[in-house]
């Protein structure tokens, strides 16, 4: 089955900086790639996803980006603020329907600290 | 907004009682997800259930059953609980666009789980 690794496990950044995180799978037959932030006390959120057409994506200060010869895809957020401090997954999904329906693998996890 | 409600947010069971984990969407997703959280390990699939009545091992599925009889709740099942089940769960649901159109998984915000 698919398996999706995830670094770092902690990074920490001072407001203002990029952070990048980083993940790799291991099922070429990946196509589905979300990014969920989730902050103390609360389940993930969504906040951005790619599908294995498209090399990147874009939405204000988040990007991700998808690199399907070495099978790995990255986040990166710019211009970090405290507000943006909590555990982010990635994830790796391949196609529904099937016996798939959508499933979705886990990275490990990163819990991203921004100090102001 | 996709609303994912978990019945409870914390939960205290001792060992070998039989525990029950509720969870109910409102946008008439067709799939549903049961995960587990733990520090290092990300999200851990149990079970899923693609229609009513229909259910599919997921990950980590032994000392778990899941029950899926409308298709707005999906509910979890400890069958006798043990110490090395307490943990976070997660309960997740999506639609079903077809082959191929993986769709995002909305989260509940868990339910946190001791067993003494």
């Known amino acids: 089955g698919e398996n999706v690794e995830q670094h770092p496990s902690t990074l920490s950044v001072q407001e203002g900086d990029s952070a990048v995180i980083k993940c790799t799978y291991s099922?070429?037959?990946?196509?589905?790639f979300p990014w969920y932030k989730q902050e103390l006390g609360k389940g993930p959120q969504l906040i951005i996803d790619?599908?294995?057409?498209?090399g990147e994506k874009k939405d204000q200060r988040i990007a991700v980006t998808l690199n399907k010869t070495a099978k790995h895809f990255s986040l990166h957020i710019t211009e970090t603020q405290p507000e943006d401090s909590a555990v982010y997954f990635c994830?790796?999904?391949?196609?529904?329907?099937?016996?798939?329906?959508?499933?979705?693998?886990f990275g490990q996890g990163t819990i991203l600290t921004v100090h102001p | 907004d996709v609303k994912v409600t978990q019945s409870s947010r914390y939960l205290v069971k001792r060992t070998g009682e039989k525990v029950f984990l509720e969870c109910v969407q409102d946008?008439?997703?067709?799939?549903m997800f049961w995960y587990r959280q733990d520090p290092g390990l990300g999200l851990r699939l149990i079970y899923f259930s693609y229609d009513v009545k229909m259910k599919e091992k997921g990950d980590i599925p032994e000392g778990y059953s899941v029950s899926r009889e409308k298709k707005e709740r999906f509910s979890l099942i400890l069958e006798s609980a043990s110490t090395n089940q307490t943990s976070m769960y997660l309960c997740a649901s999506s639609f079903s666009r077809g082959w191929g159109l993986n769709q995002p998984q909305h989260f509940g915000d868990g339910t946190r789980l001791s067993i003494l």
């Open positions: 946008m008439d997703h067709e799939n």
């Open positions: 099922d070429s037959a990946s196509n589905y």
């Open positions: 790619i599908r294995s057409n498209v």
């Open positions: 994830a790796a999904s391949t196609n529904a329907g099937g016996t798939s329906y959508g499933k979705l693998t």
